[in-house]
């Protein structure tokens, strides 16, 4: 209910001897009457460098302050929104008492700005009693306890029509010195006894009121002494006792001399024993003013803000003992059950011990952020009130106010991220919750580069705010795969992961302070395409081309035959290497590092290329084997396995020599086989007559080519001149060592048959081959079938070669032309002038 605020100029100029009035700024302070209290708050926008509250009564004017504040019943603090909140108990001093039914106090606020200036605002606020008064009331104010009930003197004495109270005021407690008592209906409560005649114990001098205040006695084996005091050295003590028409009371501070404190299972609880007694005529009136409150501080249980109090605490309550009435109010509101239970309130009975739970951060309470040592923190602040009605053997009825500011301060809130990314959308979508309104987003890095807010709609980047029903919010992150701020990495199986590397920057109001929250969000995704290898024959050797695929080529590392393509590979063995849009273009010429030799025959000689990619992290290999069929006319292989191939053409001989003529140094050893002009030999190097010389730390085998017709010479023919046609052939290698492949052949390279490619999966030899260079066309054929290409005891299958010796190989003369002579380990390339017997 919204109290009467009166500006009553003319009267104020009359009475005030603060200041002149300034006019009161539209919505800076609301004002409200509550159950027993005046509730006033001004906006915390309005408040300047200093403010106070004055409070006036006729000509006595006092600042709201302290210990006076506490004893006279003023509460004033900041709320939990940071307004701040002036709390005036209807029976506070300086309030006009109007039959105990109308309260009015005049009120002064005095805002100072930063320059000393002050303006000063009066308010009187005027309220009515809304509830009616109980038997007893117990009141637990932030800064002071409170015990007030029913008196009446008149109804034992109906001839009194005064009571004198005999106290003498002084300017830190204006008390009144008298109090009118009138007639009121005879009590029946245990709390408020006649004694009739009054123990003779007591005498003669007590005139006034008393005070017996019960404490523990520490040096009598725990159990309790009593302690009387005037009236006036109880307000010396700090303790406010007075009286209305109907009413009396006591208050004090928290803290009071003679106040004690006693443990409830783990609640603190500070306790006021205290009897008023006052003789008149034979009687003695005792009247019960014991009170006490809870004064322990809220703790986390969980993720709930715990406050305890005492369900029937024996210095209150006297059994049996029912509960009427529990009712919680937070911000000056009550809550009905149904507002509690949304919010996740609850109350409960534990063991004899109320115990209140709010979830941390509910609505209704006020949450700050922090920044302790580089981590997010959050203090929670929540302004309750309970109002407890019960009945028990000493009371009709008995209600407690209980107001209690209840906060958690820095309690480590860790951000929570929500993944909300569905890899088949390829865009991350991640959530940051949970935030009060005083942190702000302020900037988002990802990958270490700041995203310009500018720049995200165009690229694909989406940042949202959402609400949520607890005056909080989180922040939706979204941000595609294809960004280029987002690594990838190829995981294999055609699997890739995306990362987000984000630093989400905060900015904590009104502080300015900045919390930096670092996020690593993961999405694996099977969306590779692979690189795809193509190759085919060519006049000069074996084009390969790569298709890239959709993952970074720097990933993949490209072979040939085993051997790693560089920069020395690719001059060293001639290469041409052609990068495109799409793929990448790889020529091998014939005899190149990395060509392996499968066989030999009349249709040629049979060579593979296996081009391999091989990705760096997974080690995952994409392979193709590119084979191809060279024609040739003449050509010497020394195969490591102790053996020589040799091709050799007689087509340039005059007269004409037939191959199927020829022999080795041993005539039994003919031609494998052999067509118009061409024969192919194989033997090993210990057979067909092969002469094996030492040179230094090599062996030389020689062995001739050489016409021998099938008949013996005195049996030739006259008329059938036979011609003269040896061909020296060798091979050299290591006396001590592995053996290497060697490939003799003339200086210009035959031309090429093509065969199909076919695809293999193993890895040949990694064997180094220098170039050979051709010059001839290519002439295409039509057969695909290996079938017929190799003679079939002619195979060269080199699998793992050895490193060959360490120095070049002598140069050798065959064929009577010359030759280019390779070797493999030095790559080095020799020409040799040709010799003929």
Not at 229 to 248: F, K, Q
Not at 497 to 525: C, K, M, Q
Request: charged share 20%.
């Amino acid at each position: 209910m919204v109290m009467y605020v009166s500006l009553l100029w003319f009267l104020l100029f009359g009475l005030c001897p603060i200041s002149v009035p300034d006019s009161i700024p539209i919505g800076m302070f609301r004002t409200e009457c509550h159950d027993r209290h005046f509730w006033l708050s001004v906006n915390s926008n309005f408040l300047g460098h200093k403010f106070r509250f004055n409070v006036q009564a006729d000509s006595k004017v006092h600042e709201v302050s302290g210990q006076w504040a506490a004893e006279c019943g003023y509460t004033m603090a900041l709320d939990s929104w940071g307004d701040l909140l002036l709390r005036v108990s209807y029976l506070a001093c300086l309030v006009e008492n109007q039959r105990e039914t109308e309260f009015q106090l005049l009120v002064w606020f005095i805002n100072q700005d930063s320059n000393g200036k002050e303006k000063s605002y009066p308010l009187l606020l005027t309220c009515p009693l809304q509830v009616p008064w109980a038997p007893r009331e117990l009141v637990c104010e932030q800064n002071y306890m409170e015990v007030e009930h029913k008196f009446c003197i008149k109804c034992k004495f109906p001839d009194i029509n005064k009571v004198v109270w005999k106290h003498k005021s002084h300017d830190a407690s204006p008390y009144p010195q008298v109090s009118v008592l009138k007639l009121l209906p005879p009590d029946n409560h245990i709390g408020t006894a006649w004694v009739t005649p009054a123990p003779v114990e007591l005498g003669e001098g007590l005139l006034e009121w008393r005070v017996v205040f019960r404490i523990p006695a520490f040096s009598q084996g725990g159990g309790m002494r009593e302690e009387t005091v005037p009236v006036r050295m109880a307000h010396l003590l700090g303790y406010h006792i007075n009286t209305t028409d109907s009413r009396i009371l006591l208050r004090c501070a928290y803290g009071s001399k003679l106040a004690y404190m006693l443990q409830w299972g783990e609640t603190d609880v500070e306790v006021v024993s205290a009897t008023i007694l006052y003789k008149l005529k034979w009687t003695l009136l005792t009247v019960d003013m014991s009170v006490a409150c809870t004064i322990g501080q809220a703790r986390m249980d969980g993720s709930d803000v715990l406050w305890s109090l005492p369900r029937d605490l024996p210095t209150l309550v006297h059994p049996p003992f029912i509960e009427k009435v529990l009712k919680l109010g937070v911000g000056g509101r009550y809550l009905s059950e149904c507002v509690a239970h949304q919010r996740g309130y609850m109350i409960h009975d534990n063991n004899r011990t109320l115990e209140l739970r709010i979830p941390f951060g509910a609505e209704g309470g006020f949450i700050k952020s922090h920044v302790i040592d580089g981590l997010y923190s959050q203090s929670y602040f929540v302004d309750v009130f309970l109002l407890r009605e019960w009945e028990d053997t000493a009371w009709s009825l008995t209600q407690q106010r209980i107001f209690r500011a209840l906060f958690i301060q820095h309690l480590p809130r860790p951000v929570t991220l929500i993944n909300k990314t569905v890899p088949s959308q390829r865009e991350f979508s991640i959530s940051l919750c949970c935030f009060p309104h005083d942190v702000s987003l302020g900037n988002v890095t990802v990958a270490g580069q700041p995203v310009l807010w500018e720049e995200m709609e165009w690229k694909g980047v989406h940042l949202s705010q959402n609400p949520f029903p607890n005056n909080t919010y989180m922040y939706l992150f979204q941000m595609p795969f294809s960004n280029s701020l987002i690594p990838q990495k190829y995981l294999g199986d055609r699997f890739r992961r995306y990362t987000l590397y984000g630093v989400f920057s905060f900015i904590l109001f009104p502080d300015g302070e900045i919390y930096n929250h670092s996020a690593t969000v993961e999405a694996e995704l099977q969306d590779v395409v692979l690189p795809k290898l193509k190759g085919e024959c060519t006049a000069r050797g074996v084009h390969t081309l790569a298709y890239y695929g959709n993952i970074d080529s720097s990933e993949w590392r490209l072979y040939v035959g085993g051997m790693r393509v560089d920069w020395e590979l690719v001059e060293l063995g001639g290469f041409s290497l052609d990068p495109h849009e799409l793929y990448l273009s790889l020529e091998v010429p014939l005899y190149a590092p990395g060509m392996a030799y499968e066989g030999l025959g009349l249709q040629g000689l049979l060579v593979s290329v296996l081009v391999s990619l091989v990705h760096l992290e997974t080690a995952e290999e994409q392979t193709h084997v590119q084979r191809c069929v060279f024609p040739v006319r003449e050509l010497l292989v020394c195969l490591p396995d102790g053996r020589m191939v040799v091709m050799v053409d007689t087509a340039g001989v005059s007269p004409p020599v037939n191959p199927n003529h020829t022999a080795l140094l041993d005539p039994a050893c003919r031609p494998l086989e052999t067509d118009n002009y061409r024969a192919i030999f194989s033997f090993s190097l210990d057979s067909c007559g092969t002469v094996a010389t030492h040179d230094g730390d090599q062996v030389i085998y020689r062995n001739e080519v050489r016409n021998m017709p099938p008949f013996p010479p005195h049996l030739r023919p006259l008329s059938q001149p036979q011609p003269h046609y040896r061909v020296s052939l060798g091979c050299v290698h290591p006396e001590n060592g592995s053996r290497t492949l060697a490939i003799y052949l003339p200086s210009q390279s035959p031309t090429l048959l093509p065969m199909e490619h076919a695809h293999k999966t193993a890895l040949h030899s990694h064997t180094r081959h220098p170039e050979g260079r051709g010059e001839k066309q290519i002439r295409h054929s039509q057969d695909t079938n290996l079938k017929g290409v190799l003679h079939p005891k002619i195979k060269i299958v080199i699998n793992h070669l050895p490193p060959c010796c360490s120095k070049p190989v002598k140069a050798l003369f065959i064929f009577g032309t010359q030759f280019k002579i390779f070797w493999m380990k030095t790559g080095r390339l020799a020409t040799v002038p040709k010799t003929a017997k």
